[in-house]
Structure formats: C-alpha cells, structure tokens
C-alpha cells in the first residue's frame, strides 16, 4: 500500500498530532480504554481519532472498533469534523460523527482546550452475531468521557449552582461555596462556556457494514431493505413483514429495488451528454478488459490513442465481452431519443448506465451499491467504495496497481468535487 499512501489515495487529509500535550491527551484516553499509551512522539488521525501509526504501534487495526459495533472516538481537537474517516465497519461511521460534533461543536471547543474527549458510539448490541443483530440498531448514543473529567466536574458544578438558586440558606454552605470556587477555576464559567454535549442521541439510518462479507440496509417507511450474499447469518430468517431480502448477486432484483424506491436517475441526455458518463463508463472497461485478457500489454504506454488502438486490433475480444459495444450504442440512442430503455437491458448493463438520484439521502451508499455490480470503474468504486477498491488493488500486478494510482491522481484527484459534480451531480 505504500504507493497509495504516497499519492494521498490511503490516509490522506488525516491531522498530524505532534504538539506533547497532544500526545499525552491521546495516550491518557487509549489508556481509559484498556489500551497501552504508545511511544510515538508524531502520528495522524481521522476524524474519529483513529490513527494509522497508532494502530501499527499497538499491532492492531481495530483498536478503536473491537467488535466491529460499539465504535470509539477520541477527539483532540474540533477540526477532526474536518476530516474523513478511513476506518470503520459502518459507512455511516463519517456522518455521525459529524453530527455528534456539528450539535455539540460548542461543548467540544470548550473541553478541547483543556481535556481530551473519549468514548463510545453505543448501540443496542454488544457483538454482531447475525442479520437481525444489524437491524435491531435503530439509533446510537454517544457515551461521552473526559479524561480529566472536566464533564463530570462541570455536571457537579451545575448541579450545585441549581441548589444555590434553589434552597434559601444554601448560601451558608461553606464547603460547598468553596467547591464550587475550586470547580469553577477548573471548568471556568459554565454559563459562558457550554462543556456539558446538548445531543448525544442521533438515528441510525441506511449504511453498509462489513460484517458478513458485506450488508446493505435501506430504510424506507414501511420496510427495511437488507442486500447481502444470503449465506449471511439471520438472511431471510425474521420478520418477513418488516423486512425484505435481496440476495446482492441479483442485480436484476436489486436495481428493481432502487428503481422502485427512486434511489436511481435512470439515463437521459438531460445529464448523460453533459457529464461524460458513458465515455467515463467505457474507458473504465476498455482498460479493465485490457489488463484481463493482455498479458503483454504495458500499462505505463495506455493513453486515448493507445486504447483505441488496441480496440481496433482486438475487435473480436471487445464483441465478446460486449460491455464497449453496449456503452456505444447506449450513446447513439441517448443522441437520437434523449433516453434509454433500461427495461431492455440485461440487468448487470443496467449498472453501467445509472447512477445514484443526486438528491436522495441515500445517494452515496447507493452509488457504493452501483460500484460493486461495476468493479471495473476504478475511480467509482475508490470514490464509493473504497474497502471494495483496496480489495481491488491489492489482487493487481504491480504495473497495473502503478496504473491505477497515475489514473486516480490524474482523473481524481486534481479536483476531487469537480469530478463528484460532474460524474454523479454531487455537490459537497
């Protein structure tokens, strides 16, 4: 992984923590969670306060995700909201955490300056052992901890600034006036400086996890969706009338799904001829079958020129695999009729020429949903998916792994929201 970790296509945009008071904070929390403070006097972390040098030091990745559910946090300062989250067994992980730190940014500004926030996302379960475990999470809690237990402290001295207000010769307390003079020299002024979380409960809504080699759960008003290879524990086992299952194989069954929900914007030229799509489409599959079925092909020469070369000269192997006839004909009929027949497709061609609605909630756990029926979009599936993708790229020989990092830093990473706009009509 070290040439992605050199092009910023692993870890990247993760906020180093090098100041010692920093470090120290972070070792105080590891150790509140059981775990040994480390040695390193500079590491990085994302927005959970997961660390890639943290991990490697303790020689565990899962550090802060024991059981897969349950996830901690540790979070050192407030511009962690900032960053993304490159760990995690649930996709919703990332816009959680921005919740929790987007409602209470006042409290984590005001204990940050002085402590070190730690704790859980809590959840109905301790281990996920089958499906039905999955989906008896409806909503998490955020168990927060501090560890000089400024929380506590400024808890304590409200309690006590209630019972000033409350009782009449409350006043004459002596020992508790002086408590709350050494409290408030520690919290400051908690009429001024909020440090108790005003949210800490949020729901949890659609998300992908890796358990059982990878789930899928839509929420809709009248029932829960759940895609994933039917060999998952719990798969079609419980509430029948609650909960639908499709097996992730059937791509005609799951594209049904997400036509009939509205999850899909099926293919026009209203947005098709404008973003380059099925262009992007074909020359991701063009270069996939390239590397499937050229052995001798070097990926370093691959260049427009080069790929329609190899096209010409490999006629009867691109009508076999047929996904680059389809993309060409899908665009002479979005020119002549300004639209696509879905319903006459098979379903796996389906995927090629669709994305994810851009306004529904659900448009990026969709568009990950898209990218494992199109492995080939290499760039789709690293925007989407990028546990997919660092599967992906592990399976790659060493050129083409080469190949794939030249070809996200020059179509990705230049103008990461460009692409996301013009590709899938994602605005950040």
Excluded: C
């Amino acid at each position: 992984m070290n040439l992605l970790r050199d092009a910023d296509l692993i870890y990247g945009r993760l906020l180093p923590v090098e100041a010692p008071h920093l470090v120290a904070r972070y070792n105080r929390a590891l150790e509140a969670f059981g775990l040994p403070a480390v040695t390193l006097e500079r590491f990085e972390i994302d927005r959970t306060g997961f660390s890639p040098q943290v991990a490697e030091a303790l020689g565990d990745p899962h550090y802060l995700d024991p059981n897969a559910v349950n996830r901690r946090f540790v979070i050192l300062t407030p511009a962690q909201i900032e960053l993304p989250v490159v760990h995690t067994a649930f996709s919703n992980t990332s816009q959680l955490m921005f919740e929790f730190m987007s409602r209470n940014a006042r409290a984590i500004h005001a204990l940050t300056i002085k402590d070190v926030i730690y704790g859980e996302i809590e959840d109905t379960v301790s281990k996920v052992e089958d499906i039905e475990d999955l989906l008896s999470i409806n909503q998490v809690e955020f168990r927060v901890l501090s560890a000089e237990d400024l929380l506590g402290k400024a808890a304590e001295l409200g309690r006590l600034v209630d019972r000033l207000k409350q009782e009449p010769d409350a006043w004459r307390d002596t020992a508790m006036l002086e408590r709350m003079v050494a409290l408030a020299r520690e919290t400051g002024d908690i009429r001024e400086n909020a440090l108790v979380p005003d949210q800490v409960i949020f729901r949890h809504a659609a998300y992908w996890t890796s358990h059982f080699g990878g789930v899928y759960v839509f929420v809709d008003p009248d029932v829960t969706t759940v895609i994933s290879d039917p060999a998952a524990p719990g798969f079609r086992r419980s509430r029948p009338w609650q909960v639908s299952y499709l097996p992730i194989r059937d791509a005609g069954r799951v594209f049904d799904f997400l036509l009939k929900t509205g999850r899909v914007e099926l293919p026009r030229a209203s947005w098709i001829e404008g973003s380059g799509y099925l262009d992007h489409r074909a020359d991701m599959a063009v270069r996939d079958l390239v590397r499937r079925t050229d052995p001798q092909a070097d990926p370093a020469r691959i260049d427009p020129v080069w790929l329609q070369t190899w096209v010409h000269r490999n006629a009867e192997q691109v009508r076999r695999d047929g996904v680059y006839p389809f993309l060409n004909a899908a665009r002479r009929e979005i020119a002549q009729l300004g639209r696509l027949a879905v319903d006459e497709m098979a379903p796996l061609h389906r995927f090629l020429v669709v994305r994810a609605a851009p306004d529904h909630p659900d448009a990026w756990l969709v568009n990950r949903l898209i990218s494992d029926f199109v492995p080939s979009d290499v760039v789709s599936r690293y925007v989407f998916n990028k546990q997919g993708f660092y599967a992906d790229y592990a399976a790659l020989a060493p050129a083409w792994r080469a190949h794939v990092v030249a070809l996200l830093k020059s179509a990705y990473l230049k103008d990461k929201a460009a692409l996301r706009a013009r590709l899938y009509g994602l605005s950040d």
